[in-house]
């Protein structure tokens, strides 16, 4: 076998067409340390099973849903494309309706990318049904110095240090306090301008009180280290509102009110389906040992395919799918049974991580946003010790104890020990010297951030609760998946927060951001009685979050795996290469894919480089 060039990544990523064994759909080529040469294969108007819609505009839109996965997969996003090239069938007759869609895919907010193009008519292509073909080129390359890296920067070159901390979100922080604790020195980098990663709060254009446009829920019972930090720097806790009726779309157009926690209607087959399924799933997640993952099965299937298998009905598969979409941002069709059974077991139980009571996952809030925790806790670290605007772009561990660690904007530290806090598909956007082992990298390019974006309608007064709603919609249909009320009476701060995800998330994202806003509040209007819908257009603000298109998170929350690599590398997710020791909330045994898995893990990394030293 002809060796692989190590610096070409070939993939596909599972939620488009799967490519015949000759070619890939992405390739991405390392040009210089954290610069990588996007290429993609012609992405065609077929979805993932085959089917091809015989209306060009239908396949125009599969296809800028399928560049968006390409090059998200990639860490690139429509910004960072070089170039574009078109071939359609039939220009005269599309070219109004190609100029419309493409204008949707490159606009961003009030920006418009305008890549070098061109474009190609042609008579067919490979498939008669096929009417057009568009391939990209892409580059990723490292942002300049900012002014703030400037400034933080210490006047000398090279620093050398006990530990490097690479991230600065919860796992990272908690990682970098704990060495601190222990006495060792340390510097952690952050590549933003800020800390707390996947946390964040933005303030109202009022003034009054903050939205959270990352995670927003804790639990005071279940997730003790989490509500702990938050007690420690004094936050406020809001708990989430349980009363009034939840609303749900089932068939589009036909919401249906039913009792805060009751059973919605629906027919009894799909309520014995589901009830039959959640069962199976609850039963079989109990019995996982987190600590210990067998080869499995279960790892054999997707959930689409298990779903399938037996036989349940469409309605009670897409209720399940949106469960799924609102844990973990993907379809059903791109997440290994296995992982989701161990994902549920990690978070304790299906019915808790659904739950908005006591002990569910959705129970409180922070008045001050949860960004707040991040940040306090990044006042507590050593003065100097924290490097922002600092994406690290290569890792050179030259002999064990000495590496040597380089952010894009030339610092260079000399560590003992790493501590890497960063999403898994992000390790690629680092040089490893030398490269990671082959089971690390495959993880990096084969687990998938999922789509996770909330827009978040905010009013100067909670118009459904007197409606005698509790805010909490879900639709089967989209583009939003379910809604919550996440008000905090306290500061008059009065909101709905709408999570757009998975792919129905992903179809609504390459709509221009004014016609994204509108499809909102026109299916948010379309859930409320006919009297009622006009309150629901009388927003003060509406905040808007892509996770996808956050150049060090490129998805959210939680990297998740397709079948057969729990089997393969269930242990590999935290396994030391070398120096190098691997946090972030993935690594978690409990609570993976939140905040409380955040900390563990950055308290489970920093004791394993503690005990390392020590023994030094
Ligand atoms: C919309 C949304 C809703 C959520 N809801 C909840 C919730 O209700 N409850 C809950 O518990 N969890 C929730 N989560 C998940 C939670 O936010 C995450 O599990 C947690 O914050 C992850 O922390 P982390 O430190 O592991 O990773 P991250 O927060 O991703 O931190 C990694 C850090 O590394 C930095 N970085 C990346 N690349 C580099 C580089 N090359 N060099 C230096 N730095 C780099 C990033 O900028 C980032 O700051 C939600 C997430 C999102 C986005």
Redesign the pocket.
């Known amino acids: 076998m002809t060796p692989q060039n190590p610096h070409i990544k070939l993939f596909n990523p599972p939620s488009i067409r799967q490519p015949r064994p000759s070619y890939s759909q992405v390739a991405s080529t390392t040009l210089s340390p954290g610069t990588q040469l996007i290429t993609t294969s012609g992405q065609v108007g077929q979805t993932e099973d085959g089917h091809i819609p015989s209306s060009f505009s239908e396949q125009a839109t599969l296809v800028f849903q399928s560049l968006h996965i390409c090059l998200h997969t990639a860490g690139a996003q429509v910004r960072d494309i070089i170039k574009l090239t078109y071939y359609l069938v039939d220009v005269s007759n599309n070219h109004a309706e190609f100029s419309g869609l493409l204008m949707q895919f490159l606009t961003d907010g009030d920006s418009v990318h305008s890549p070098p193009s061109t474009m190609i008519s042609v008579a067919a292509l490979a498939h008669p049904k096929w009417l057009l073909e568009v391939e990209a080129v892409a580059v990723v390359s490292p942002a300049p110095p900012s002014l703030s890296t400037l400034t933080l920067s210490p006047p000398q070159k090279v620093k050398s240090v006990d530990v490097v901390i690479?991230?600065?979100?919860?796992?990272?922080l908690q990682a970098a306090l704990d060495i601190q604790n222990a006495g060792l020195s340390f510097a952690i980098?952050?590549?933003?301008d800020r800390?707390?990663?996947?946390?964040l709060a933005r303030p109202l254009a009022s003034g009054k009180g903050v939205v959270d446009?990352?995670?927003?829920?804790?639990n005071d019972k279940t997730?003790p280290r989490?509500y702990e930090l938050a007690m420690k720097y004094g936050f406020e806790t809001v708990v989430q509102r349980t009363e009034g009726d939840q609303v749900i779309e089932i068939t589009p157009g036909e919401p249906h009110r039913y009792g805060f926690g009751q059973v919605p209607l629906a027919s009894k087959k799909t309520l014995e389906d589901f009830s039959r399924m959640q069962s199976k799933f609850e039963e079989e997640a109990a019995k996982i040992d987190i600590h210990h993952l067998p080869r499995s099965d279960f790892d054999n299937e997707t959930v689409a395919q298990f779903l399938l298998r037996n036989e349940i009905d469409e309605d009670a598969y897409k209720v399940i799918e949106t469960t799924i979409k609102g844990l973990l941002g993907v379809d059903a069709t791109e997440l290994s049974l296995y992982y989701y059974l161990d994902y549920i077991k990690s978070g304790g139980s299906l019915k808790d991580l659904e739950s908005d009571k006591s002990n569910g996952?959705?129970y409180m809030r922070l008045r001050q946003g949860m960004g707040s925790i991040a940040q306090a806790m990044a006042k507590d670290l050593t003065p100097g010790s924290l490097f922002l605007n600092?994406?690290?772009s290569s890792i050179n561990q030259m002999s064990p104890s000495h590496n040597t660690i380089t952010t894009q904007s030339g610092l260079q530290f000399h560590a003992k020990k790493i501590i890497i806090?960063?999403?898994t598909p992000?390790y690629r956007?680092?040089t490893f010297t030398p490269p990671l082992p082959s089971s690390k990298a495959t993880l990096a390019d084969s687990t998938t951030l999922g789509y996770?974006a909330?827009t978040i309608l905010i009013y100067s007064s909670p118009w459904w609760r007197p409606l005698n709603l509790s805010g909490s919609l879900t639709s089967l249909n989209g583009p939003v998946s379910f809604t919550r009320d996440t008000s905090v009476p306290s500061d008059s701060q009065f909101s709905l927060t709408c999570f757009l995800v998975g792919s129905t998330g992903r179809r609504w994202s390459i709509l221009s951001p004014i016609k994204r806003r509108q499809a909102v509040l026109d299916q948010i209007a379309g859930m409320i009685e006919e009297e009622h819908k006009r309150k629901v257009y009388e927003t003060e603000e509406i905040i808007e979050?892509e996770?996808i298109k956050e150049q060090?998170?490129q998805g959210?929350?939680?990297p998740v795996m397709e079948p057969g690599l729990l089997n393969r590398y269930a242990d590999v997710l935290r396994r030391r290469v070398g120096d190098c020791h691997f946090v972030?909330?993935e690594t978690a045994f409990e609570w993976k894919?939140?905040?409380?898995?955040?900390i563990l893990?950055g308290e489970r990394g920093a004791k394993e480089v503690i005990e390392k030293l020590a023994k030094a």
């Open positions: 690479v991230g600065a979100g919860l796992s990272g980098l952050e590549a933003r800390v707390g990663g996947k946390t446009i990352g995670a927003a829920w804790l997730q989490i996952a959705q600092s994406p690290v806090s960063i999403p992000l956007t680092i996770y909330k979050q996770w060090w998170s959210a929350p939680c972030g909330t894919g939140y905040m409380e898995g955040a893990a």
